[in-house]
């Protein structure tokens, strides 16, 4: 009776065994059709299913891993094809807005040149205390405060404030004769201070919204300046931000696109070695 018994639970053990390979084999002729059929979120959920109905079918989960492997290869093609659609917009958006500023690059000290807005030159802004703005070719937008006056302010810092009394102002730049500098020309002191990498602390956005109304800048240091901000000034900010924006898109999606044909060549080896 005890062997009989054994024997009825191998018959058992074994049809399970059998019933549970053929199910997996049915579900993973499904995630192949879904697949085939450009369905592949369908097929990916699919396959999850498949994963943890049937965690013991170890030949058919490695079969699943291959389709699961090719849906995310149909996935970044598809991916491509959009970084590439966008790059031609935002290349083109970037060719139209390249007319609007004067290329610049030292090549003793930059490593990447930099745009300014036509209006903002050196030449056309000797002189006077202002807001100058500028982007680099990878998209990073930055503003200076310019102070020009008889004597030294020593200031280090931006702060920018509307009418209503909201504000924001710039991280503290210590002197260092790099992006804190001033010389003296004809008894007048100019003093540039630079703020990038994040450093302006959300000055840049603050003025860009606010740009239809009445803006004041103050230039805290050793002596307070305070001035309204120009309205070609606010023009020139709101032109290099919106071309920071082309440029940090053309970055972003170069990069993406990189890293897809990254994963592709490495997806496409595994599915070779592993058939």
Do not use: W
Request: some cysteine; glycine content about 6%; charged content about 30%.
């Amino acid at each position: 009776m005890k062997r009989y018994l054994l024997f009825l639970l191998f018959v058992l053990f074994f049809f399970s065994c059998n019933n549970d390979k053929k199910a997996a084999q049915e579900n993973l002729q499904r995630v192949q059709l879904l697949y085939e059929n450009n369905q592949l979120e369908a097929a990916k959920q699919s396959l999850d299913s498949l994963k943890a109905g049937f965690p013991k079918e170890v030949e058919v989960l490695k079969e699943g891993l291959q389709i699961m492997r090719q849906v995310e290869i149909k996935e970044l093609e598809r991916n491509i094809l959009y970084y590439d659609s966008m790059l031609i917009v935002r290349t083109s958006q970037a060719d139209s807005l390249k007319k609007l500023f004067v290329y610049e690059k030292d090549p003793k000290y930059d490593e990447t040149g930099k745009y300014i807005d036509k209006q903002q030159v050196l030449e056309r802004n000797l002189g006077r205390s202002y807001i100058r703005s500028g982007v680099n070719e990878q998209g990073e937008m930055y503003i200076a405060s310019v102070y020009h006056g008889k004597g030294r302010i020593r200031h280090n810092q931006l702060k920018v404030s509307a009418p209503d009394n909201s504000y924001t102002e710039t991280a503290v730049i210590p002197e260092d004769g790099g992006v804190n500098f001033s010389f003296q020309d004809l008894g007048m002191t100019t003093e540039v201070v630079t703020y990038q990498n994040e450093k302006d602390n959300g000055v840049i956005l603050f003025i860009y919204n606010n740009s239809k109304k009445r803006l004041k800048a103050e230039l805290p240091g050793n002596k307070s300046y305070s001035f309204f901000i120009a309205e070609g000034d606010i023009k020139s900010l709101i032109k290099t931000h919106d071309f920071s924006v082309v440029l940090s898109d053309i970055q972003r999606l170069g990069k993406e696109k990189e890293k897809a044909n990254a994963r592709i060549e490495y997806l496409s080896s595994k599915l070779k070695t592993e058939n």
